[in-house]
């Protein structure tokens, strides 16, 4: 019912929003058009895909143990390559143990930026015969006979025996070290406190 002295006729009071359903296909055509172009643009920036080559496997040996058991002073402010850990040159950053460093230059990313891909080369039937033929000549080129087996263990029996003996001298040095920076104690004294002397019992 219409309140007294107000205008009905003409009044939108029903609050619902009207669209304009002709400006928002417009809108949509051109947010469409602008991603299709981003899209082209960004394809284009990126060039041809880059040809890498096929795994290959390393000529060379990874060193693990060099660095085992030494002590190093590790600074905020070193270089990468001064750090703890294992620093590989290639990607420029440490790893902190043997494993993880393994699994890093076995990585995709590592492999990538030797300029590698992660795919293996196939092998041709002529390559996998002249693989076996070379292995066969080297076993056939390699003999090895009892004598040379009796020759390494006598040497690695010496090179123990060797070891045992300097250990040996290292401790009878450090024994001679001890005694010669034991204190000189005062008989009385030392009778007077309860005991015979600050060394040790054993001789």
Same mark, same amino acid.
């Not at 002295?5 to 055509?29: C, H, I, M, P, W």
């Not at 947010?31 to 895909?49: C, D, H, V």
């Not at 060193?63 to 070193?78: C, H, M, Y």
């Given at each position: @019912?219409?309140?007294?002295?107000?205008?009905? &006729?003409?009044?939108?009071?029903?609050?619902r929003?009207?669209?304009?359903?002709e400006? $928002?296909?417009?809108?949509?055509?051109?947010?469409?058009?602008q991603?299709?172009e981003?899209r082209?643009?960004?394809?284009?920036?990126?060039?041809?895909? %880059?040809?890498?080559?096929?795994?290959?496997?390393?000529?060379?040996e %990874?060193?693990?143990?060099?660095r085992?058991?030494?002590?190093? &002073? %590790?600074?905020?402010?070193?270089?990468?390559s001064?750090?703890?850990? $294992?620093f590989?040159?290639?990607?420029e950053?440490? %790893?902190?143990d043997?494993?993880? $460093?393994?699994?890093?230059?076995?990585?995709?990313?590592?492999?990538?930026?030797?300029?590698?891909? @992660?795919?293996?080369?196939?092998?041709?039937l002529q390559?996998?015969?002249?693989?076996?033929?070379?292995?066969?000549?080297?076993?056939?080129?390699?003999?090895?006979?009892e004598?040379?087996?009796?020759?390494?263990?006598?040497?690695?029996?010496?090179?123990?025996?060797?070891?045992?003996?300097?250990?040996?001298?290292?401790?009878?040095?450090?024994?001679?070290?001890a005694?010669?920076?034991?204190?000189? &104690?005062d008989a009385?004294v030392?009778?007077? @406190?309860?005991?015979?002397?600050?060394?040790?019992?054993?001789?």
């Amino acid at each position: @019912m219409a309140q007294p002295g107000s205008n009905a &006729v003409g009044v939108d009071n029903t609050f619902r929003r009207k669209f304009d359903r002709e400006e $928002y296909l417009q809108r949509a055509r051109e947010r469409e058009e602008q991603e299709e172009e981003g899209r082209f643009k960004s394809s284009k920036s990126k060039g041809p895909p %880059v040809q890498r080559k096929p795994l290959k496997h390393r000529d060379f040996e %990874v060193d693990l143990e060099s660095r085992l058991g030494k002590t190093q &002073v %590790v600074t905020p402010i070193a270089p990468l390559s001064q750090q703890a850990g $294992y620093f590989c040159s290639v990607c420029e950053c440490v %790893v902190k143990d043997s494993a993880n $460093y393994l699994d890093h230059i076995n990585g995709k990313k590592h492999q990538r930026a030797l300029g590698m891909s @992660m795919r293996v080369e196939r092998a041709s039937l002529q390559q996998v015969q002249d693989r076996f033929e070379n292995l066969k000549k080297r076993k056939t080129e390699v003999s090895f006979t009892e004598k040379d087996l009796d020759d390494r263990i006598q040497k690695q029996e010496e090179e123990e025996e060797e070891r045992k003996r300097l250990r040996r001298e290292r401790k009878k040095e450090k024994k001679e070290k001890a005694a010669e920076e034991e204190p000189e &104690v005062d008989a009385d004294v030392a009778a007077m @406190m309860g005991f015979g002397g600050f060394g040790s019992s054993k001789k």
